[in-house]
């Protein structure tokens, strides 16, 4: 096993079902990755000693997913250097997401985090694996491959929908 260049890391286990599609994004581009519970409100002493030690544990990127007043992802940008993404979980004692979602966007200015969408977790697994590609060019060839599956996608559902419309 590879050392860990990703963390995902969660506010609960309850955000796990949201989380996981990071996790299988990394997998899928075969990039290693730990992942763990770090809450920022019932584990704050957790929370600064894995940010502190990130760096020197060899992460590179930190995916940080949480739901309703969503301080993790915040928190541990204003301890690591590292980048980090920020996944809002729409969760049990979020009103309707946008608790989440404005808990992580709305950073002061220093303390940047990336916010995907709410629940868009897979993207913070694609955008961590953007990240390491600047400096990977085999994950560079492989997100290039991903995206060209896309387009194959969509131009196949195209061709499938033209063809079942009935010509007058
Ligand atoms: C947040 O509170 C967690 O990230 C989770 O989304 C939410 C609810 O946590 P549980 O009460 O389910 O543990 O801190």
Redesign the pocket.
Known sequence: MSKPLVSII??????LSVMQQAADMLEQFEVAYEMTIV????TPQRLMDYASSAVERGLKVIIA??????H?PGMVASITPLPVIGVP?K????IDGWD?VLSILQMPGGIPVATVALNGAKNAGILATSILATADDTLLVKLAAYKQQLCDEVIRKAEKLEKSIKKP
């Open positions: 969660m506010g609960s286990d309850s955000d809450s920022a409100h019932r997913g949480a739901g309703g007043a969503a993790l979980v969760s049990s004692n979020s989440s």
